[in-house]
């Protein structure tokens, strides 16, 4: 493969989501890939994706990506699991740079994780009923057997920072009852706020069942692609003035306050823009 000159090496990674969520992928390719700048859109105005329709996805998608082009990223992930489940396959065909969602690096590691063949996995509305995360876990281990639930009650008490409170472990004992009579084995945490309640799930369903956090097997994936496209930036650590840079479409202030929550620094600035206009 011919050399990437250094200045593509050194452009950021473009990573969006419907809001807040995509930022717990954010923190785990700031903490596995530091030598890499973030621009990093929330698409506060137009938040919740969960249950919107696969057209109205692709649209918003469309134009979250012809934002961040402008800001000359190498590569997109999209840190949404929603809009991986509904958007990925269409718009990547449209795309001359790398870009990857959330849910193929979760099936794998998924597939790759079970022993008993039953796999669980929790997300939006439109997450599970798209049957994504069954169809790639499938295409890896088609003897696996995968029961989906949604959980739409999880996003609202994430952002309302109920972690670890005695409602947030009651709507989970009731989101998780039917799935935990299936005896499976793994449970994906598919959707982006969903890491945030491990430890609350991990108790409640015990440790024989492994969590899969696709927000880090991204990260993970992310830092394979860079290397085999010669995109990784191998010199100083996250260059440039701002490494991280955040955009909204609405709420700036809000997103700040809940990314210096679970971000390991506290970010200065988050720019809104009109998203409608790309
Ligand atoms: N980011 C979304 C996801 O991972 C959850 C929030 C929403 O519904 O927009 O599916």
Redesign the pocket.
Known sequence: MENKNETIRKAPIGVF???V??LTVAREIMRNLPNERIVYFGDTAR?????KSKDTIIRYAKQIIRFLRTQDVKAIVIA???ASALALEEVEKELDIPIIGVVEPGARVAAATTKNGKIGVI??ES?INSHMYPQLIKEYRPDVTVFGKACPLF?PLVEEGWLKDPVTEEVAKRYLKDLLKEDIDTLILG???YPLLRSLLSGLVGDQIQLVNPAYETAKELERLLKKENLANEGEKAPGKEPYRFFVSDAADKFKNFANSILPYDIETTRKINIEEY
């Open positions: 989501d419907s809001g969520g995509g938040v919740p994706y969960g249950s949404c699991n929603t997300g939006t997450t996003c959707c982006t706020h």
